[in-house]
């Protein structure tokens, strides 16, 4: 069941406002935040509410044990169990039973890519991405190289930092077995158009591979929409708890065999998980669902729908800010801003001329800003735009960003220099 986050005006003002984000109510969530540091790093991974704390803490202090229904503790691991699993089909428009969780994002694309790899071979073809995070490149490149197949690269526009359609067209041949791409960019933001690629994909008889890390922390996730086999994402990434997510198909999913202990269960989504899965982790991941669900009030058609509306307010709460910081940055002298697509998320990208973006980053903590600087695992994107493994600074937006902080953003980007 979700809950309602807003509070005031927003929870019981006109129409224009009913559906709008109450930052203020959102961050009186959030202990992380009584610091005082304006925030920008949520891409790297967003602060903790209170609520997503307490269901973890919960979920400790009650009897826990392996799942089962014959004890208290194996009847509440169980629960927990089911109930991350119908969080996330809402979440990501899948099915419950086909939502599977790992370690991370990184460990489970490991395990699916060593899995399809068992039939490929010498002639099969795999596309990646320039575009994406290395945990959605290396994995089906290392798993290509160990079965003989070829690998091709679907490039971008450094200049306007956009993966067309026609980019990855262009890669794709009847002997494609599998397109793995970012449903967003973690380092500049660029939304391929996935739905697009998708008919292309399969209409060479290959699977698409999303990896929506990034992208399910802005934007409603619809697994069928998209046209994805199987997708990826990663709770800590919205306001939850370090671990991974995996869905797909069912389909497909019942046809894959991942290596797996003899004895540990052979049913979907089970055969995906390795060992006892981290109950307490997994309420907090809950709790981070029903957290984004309640963001805007009213609620009244089930966690799915309240989590579109909640999507909806958090994008344009988001777009807004960041319109407020691509203005700022482009009246400042000698910065460059490499997030230029014309779809993509509150993530920007840039550089100060004859600064590093290390020591840029390095001033904005000493003035308790918090934008970091690198490639951040976007190793071939940072290449492609010439920036090397050094990057730029990145400034990511979460749903308790406020006004405040991109002023203080701007602010402490524009004191004069000796």
Same mark, same amino acid.
């Given at each position: ?5 807003t ?5 019981t ?74 969080a996330?089909?809402?979440?990501? $428009?899948?099915?419950? +039973?086909s939502?599977a969780f790992?370690?991370?994002a990184?460990?489970? %694309?490991?395990?699916l ?7 490929? $071979? ?38 306007t ?5 026609g980019h %990855? ?14 449903a ?21 008889g290959?699977?698409? /591979? ?9 934007l ?5 929409a998209?046209?994805a086999?199987?997708?990826v ?6 306001? $939850?708890?370090h ?7 069912p ?20 055969r995906f ?11 907090g991941?809950?709790?981070?669902? +029903? ?33 407020r910081?691509e ?24 550089? %100060? ?5 290390? +020591?840029?980053?390095?001033?904005l ?6 934008a ?10 940072? /290449? ?11 400034v $990511? ?13 701007l602010?402490?980007?524009? %004191?004069?220099?000796?």
């Open positions: 069941m979700t809950s309602d986050i509070t005031g005006d927003a929870a003002g006109d129409p224009a406002t009913r559906d709008a984000l109450d930052v203020h109510a959102i961050r009186a969530c959030f202990p992380a935040l009584k610091a005082g540091t304006a925030r920008f790093d949520a891409p790297g991974g967003t602060q903790t509410p209170q609520q997503v704390i307490d269901a973890i803490s919960e979920a400790l202090s009650r009897p826990l044990a392996n799942r089962g229904g014959l004890t208290e503790g194996g009847r509440n691991a169980e629960a927990i169990v089911n109930g991350a699993r119908q996330f089909a809402d979440l990501l $428009g899948a099915e419950a +039973d939502v790992g370690r991370s990184t460990q489970l %694309v490991y395990d890519a060593r899995t399809l790899a068992k039939d490929w $071979g010498p002639g099969d073809e795999v596309v990646v991405s320039r575009l994406d995070h290395d945990s959605n490149i290396r994995p089906w490149v290392q798993a290509a190289e160990s079965v003989g197949a070829t690998v091709r690269w679907a490039d971008f526009d450094p200049a930092g956009e993966l067309e359609t %990855v067209e262009a890669v794709l041949s009847g002997r494609t077995r599998l397109v793995a791409l970012t967003a960019s973690n380092l500049i933001g660029t939304c391929p158009d996935i739905s697009a690629v998708a008919e292309l994909v399969h209409r060479a290959a699977l698409l /591979h999303v990896d929506a890390v990034h992208y399910a922390s802005h409603s996730v619809d697994l069928d998209l046209g086999d199987t997708l994402c990663s709770p800590y990434k919205f306001l $939850g708890p671990l991974g997510v995996l869905t797909g198909r389909e497909l999913l019942h046809t894959l065999r991942p290596d797996k202990l003899l004895p540990s269960s052979d049913a979907v989504p089970e998980e390795l060992g006892t899965l981290p109950y307490e982790l997994l309420a991941a809950t709790a981070a669902v +029903d957290f984004l669900a309640g963001l805007v009030p009213g609620g009244a058609g089930g966690r799915r729908e309240d989590l579109r509306r909640a999507f909806t307010a958090l994008e344009s709460h988001e777009d807004r800010l960041n319109r910081i203005e700022g940055l482009a009246a400042l002298d000698g910065v460059t801003v490499y997030s230029r697509a014309a779809r993509r998320t509150p993530t920007t990208l840039f550089t %100060v001329a004859g600064r590093t973006a290390a +020591d840029v980053s390095r001033e903590a000493g003035r308790n800003v918090d970091p600087a690198g490639s951040f695992y976007a190793w071939e994107a940072s /290449h492609r735009l010439g920036l090397g493994e050094a990057g730029g600074v990145r $990511g937006l979460a749903p308790y960003t406020c006004d405040d902080d991109v002023d203080r953003l602010n402490a980007l524009d %004191v004069p220099r000796p």
